[in-house]
């Protein structure tokens, strides 16, 4: 992985075109996505968060399911897979707060503790 410092100073700026859109989609904390989400460049909303690939490939895992409601991994039409290669939301705004070493409240529930480091996140980007 790249210099703190480094990420830092590249992150920031792409962080600082975020609008409404890409902020709530960082703070899904549900979901898995393609690693070309987070990579694919930013010029339009919805078309992917530009973030660099080096950043992003840290966060790339093989995900299993556990066969129980909550931790079974599902298409959109509801077929569960064994196992995902993907970066899992949460992983991903959970390594931008922290390299950027903001500050956030713990809350039980995975799209409640998204939505705060995604809120936290995005008053730092807002006064940096």
């Given at each position: 992985?790249?210099?703190?410092?480094?990420?830092?100073?590249?992150?920031?700026?792409?962080?600082?075109?975020?609008?409404d859109?890409?902020?709530?989609d960082?703070?899904?904390?549900?979901?898995?996505f393609?690693?070309?989400?987070?990579?694919?460049?930013?010029p339009?909303?919805?078309?992917?968060?530009?973030?660099?690939?080096?950043?992003?490939?840290?966060?790339?895992?093989?995900?299993?399911?556990?066969?129980?409601?909550?931790?079974s991994?599902?298409?959109?039409?509801?077929?569960?897979?064994?196992?995902l290669?993907?970066?899992?939301?949460?992983?991903?705004?959970?390594?931008?707060?922290?390299?950027?070493?903001?500050?956030y409240?713990?809350?039980?529930?995975?799209?409640?503790?998204?939505?705060?480091?995604?809120?936290?996140?995005?008053a730092y980007?807002?006064?940096?």
């Amino acid at each position: 992985m790249m210099n703190k410092d480094k990420l830092r100073k590249q992150i920031l700026p792409i962080l600082k075109q975020y609008g409404d859109n890409e902020w709530n989609d960082l703070g899904n904390g549900h979901e898995f996505f393609k690693p070309t989400l987070y990579t694919k460049p930013l010029p339009k909303p919805d078309d992917g968060f530009g973030l660099p690939e080096e950043f992003v490939n840290q966060f790339v895992k093989e995900h299993k399911s556990d066969g129980s409601w909550k931790g079974s991994i599902t298409t959109t039409d509801g077929k569960i897979l064994a196992t995902l290669t993907s970066v899992y939301s949460l992983d991903l705004i959970k390594g931008l707060v922290d390299l950027f070493d903001v500050k956030y409240e713990f809350y039980f529930g995975r799209g409640t503790s998204a939505r705060e480091m995604s809120r936290k996140l995005k008053a730092y980007v807002d006064t940096h």
